[in-house]
């Protein structure tokens, strides 16, 4: 029997759980256990001093500790932690480190923004459903940050971190959360991360490149798009139009946020940020010159778990 992995991802939204083990099939993943828990520990991601506080380091230990718990119904010969941009920004990351060890007896890895981006990568390769495409871009928005991955011949050519995740943006522009997104402070946000894209000199051509996106922004967001059709998200087509996404936008960024709560499969700990979210998404295809993107639900912890299946060695911290 193939060695069984546990991943336990800590994003800035939620904290991701993946038990797998390696595939029949060369370098694919049969996945036995995927779970999400929507838990923001990334408040205050923006302040010049970003820290976790209290709140954030319990519930993300609480959150922990119960995937750890649903990891073990499969016997994982290893499990391992890994932490994003929340914690890698925070003053106090090691605070969180180390209450997660002593209320679980787990080890956290804190991952560099070139280290998240790689694993991301690594992820995206593990898709059937991309169809061993070798060549592509691939994108994922967290709550702290933006990756950014281009693929050339299945080698990574170029991978870079941005601080353009929806919390970081939604706290640093918008004063009042519970009320509608006014045009002007879409017009800010749009134009800070045109700002970042353009200077960042990721290479986006030529236009016909495949654009992947990863994330729990482009997961909820086309979970809402698929509601609309009566359908479900699993036998969905991946594929996303820029004009339907932006649609989705003017249909989010008018209503105040109590209303928001109410739209089909719009989580209610991602009511606040998603119209951030999706006018980043928006940017982002406006700058890479694109029309459309397609959405794989291969992200991090995959790439975490086909390095370690690959190796068939212990994770080394």
Not at 164 to 178: M, P, S
Not at 196 to 210: C, G, N, V
Not at 261 to 271: F, K, M, Q, T
Request: aromatic share 4%.
């Amino acid at each position: 029997m193939p060695d069984t992995i546990a991943v336990i991802d800590v994003g800035s939204n939620s904290i991701k759980l993946l038990v797998a083990r390696a595939g029949a099939k060369s370098n694919s993943i049969e996945t036995l256990c995927s779970e999400a828990i929507e838990t923001r520990i990334s408040g205050g991601i923006s302040s010049k001093l970003p820290s976790l506080n209290e709140d954030a380091i319990t519930a993300g230990t609480t959150t922990i500790a119960k995937l750890q718990n649903m990891a073990q119904n499969y016997q994982p010969d290893c499990t391992v932690v890994v932490a994003t941009s929340a914690v890698r920004d925070a003053i106090n990351g090691d605070d969180f480190v180390q209450n997660i060890a002593e209320g679980t007896g787990l080890q956290v890895r804190i991952l560099s923004g070139a280290e998240e981006a790689n694993y991301i990568g690594q992820g995206i390769s593990c898709d059937p459903a991309i169809g061993g495409m070798t060549s592509f871009i691939q994108s994922d928005i967290g709550g702290g940050s933006l990756e950014l991955i281009r693929f050339e011949a299945g080698q990574i050519q170029q991978a870079i971190s941005l601080q353009l995740g929806a919390v970081r943006l939604t706290e640093r522009f918008v004063e009042d959360a519970d009320a509608p997104l006014t045009l002007k402070i879409e017009a800010s946000i749009r134009r800070y991360v045109t700002e970042q894209l353009m200077s960042s000199d990721f290479d986006f051509s030529p236009a016909e490149l495949p654009l992947i996106g990863t994330g729990g922004a482009y997961t909820v967001s086309r979970a809402m798009l698929v509601a609309e059709t009566d359908s479900d998200i699993e036998h969905s087509l991946p594929h996303l139009e820029r004009s339907t996404l932006s649609q989705l936008k003017n249909k989010l960024a008018p209503l105040p946020l109590r209303e928001r709560y109410s739209i089909p499969h719009l989580p209610a700990a991602r009511a606040d940020i998603m119209p951030t979210a999706l006018i980043t998404i928006d940017a982002l295809l406006e700058v890479a010159n694109r029309s459309n993107l397609t959405h794989s639900f291969y992200n991090l912890r995959y790439g975490v778990a086909a390095n370690l299946l690959k190796q068939q060695t212990k994770w080394r911290l």
